[in-house]
């Protein structure tokens, strides 16, 4: 299966760049290029990706809301945010509008190939550690995570084994690994991945993630 992507960038020498690393894979096309987000939203209701690379600062319509618009589209793409810093609030910004994950354009090409693939199985969570780092970054200056009652009522509708899970998740495992480490069948974790996040009422487990570092349910470096 060729999976198909859509290149997002203001600057042309950046698309570039990543088209001729993904044009070196057999399994993955690059079908498109967009120099802002509504260009990419009308790119992307013409030739239908599988997943989006998206910048996060640009004209017009940034990638925050470009984000925003296209897992509004049905059958959705996967959108991965390329940024330059690690730590941008706008890279964050667009996790909680529901990009699913994120990349530096300084990133390795093999490690862009990678969260390419990844994200579009959609069975794992996209580099988690980098996730851990930003999130940390994020609470930095704070000594806890600010209280938030709607965190503690969604939190409380899990069930302990789904506790169990989305600590799992956070800590970056796939499905088929965190069935290994809790001795389950692997249908009976994407049944309990998916309580999880109807539960928390969040589309995706990046976002299932957030919360739980933001609610304190997971600390970061824990």
Same mark, same amino acid.
């Given at each position: 299966?060729?999976?198909?992507?859509?290149?997002?960038?203001d600057?042309p /020498?950046?698309?570039?760049?990543?088209?001729?690393?993904?044009?070196a894979?057999d399994?993955i096309?690059?079908i498109?290029?967009?120099?802002? *987000?509504?260009?990419?939203l009308?790119?992307?209701?013409?030739?239908r990706?599988?997943?989006? #690379? &998206?910048?996060?600062? &640009?004209?017009?319509v940034?990638g925050?809301?470009?984000?925003r618009?296209?897992?509004?589209? $049905?059958? $959705?793409p996967?959108?991965v945010v390329?940024?330059?810093?690690e730590?941008d609030?706008?890279?964050?910004?667009?996790?909680?509008?529901?990009?699913?994950?994120f990349?530096?354009?300084?990133?390795?090409?093999a490690?862009?190939?990678h969260?390419?693939?990844?994200?579009?199985?959609a069975?794992?969570?996209l580099?988690?550690?980098?996730?851990r780092?930003?999130?940390?970054s994020r609470a930095?200056?704070t000594a806890?995570?600010p209280?938030?009652?709607?965190h503690?009522r969604r939190?409380a509708r899990?069930t302990e084994?789904?506790?169990?899970v989305?600590? #799992?998740?956070a800590?970056?495992?796939?499905?088929?690994?965190?069935?290994?480490?809790l001795?389950?069948?692997?249908?009976?974790v994407?049944?309990?991945?998916r309580?999880?996040?109807?539960? /928390?009422?969040?589309?995706?487990?990046?976002?299932?993630?957030?919360v739980?570092?933001?609610s *304190?349910?997971?600390?970061p470096?824990?």
């Amino acid at each position: 299966m060729t999976l198909t992507v859509l290149l997002v960038d203001d600057e042309p /020498l950046v698309r570039g760049g990543l088209r001729a690393i993904l044009a070196a894979e057999d399994d993955i096309e690059v079908i498109g290029e967009a120099g802002d *987000g509504a260009e990419a939203l009308a790119q992307a209701r013409r030739s239908r990706p599988d997943v989006v #690379l &998206m910048d996060v600062r &640009m004209p017009r319509v940034d990638g925050i809301a470009a984000t925003r618009l296209l897992l509004e589209l $049905p059958d $959705p793409p996967r959108v991965v945010v390329v940024t330059t810093f690690e730590n941008d609030n706008y890279v964050y910004d667009a996790l909680v509008a529901g990009a699913h994950g994120f990349l530096l354009k300084r990133d390795a090409p093999a490690r862009i190939v990678h969260a390419v693939r990844t994200v579009a199985r959609a069975e794992g969570l996209l580099y988690p550690e980098a996730l851990r780092a930003l999130v940390a970054s994020r609470a930095a200056g704070t000594a806890a995570p600010p209280p938030s009652a709607d965190h503690e009522r969604r939190l409380a509708r899990l069930t302990e084994r789904e506790r169990e899970v989305l600590r #799992l998740l956070a800590a970056g495992l796939s499905n088929a690994e965190i069935a290994a480490h809790l001795v389950i069948g692997l249908e009976t974790v994407k049944s309990h991945v998916r309580g999880v996040l109807a539960k /928390l009422d969040v589309k995706d487990r990046v976002q299932a993630v957030i919360v739980a570092y933001e609610s *304190g349910f997971v600390r970061p470096g824990a």
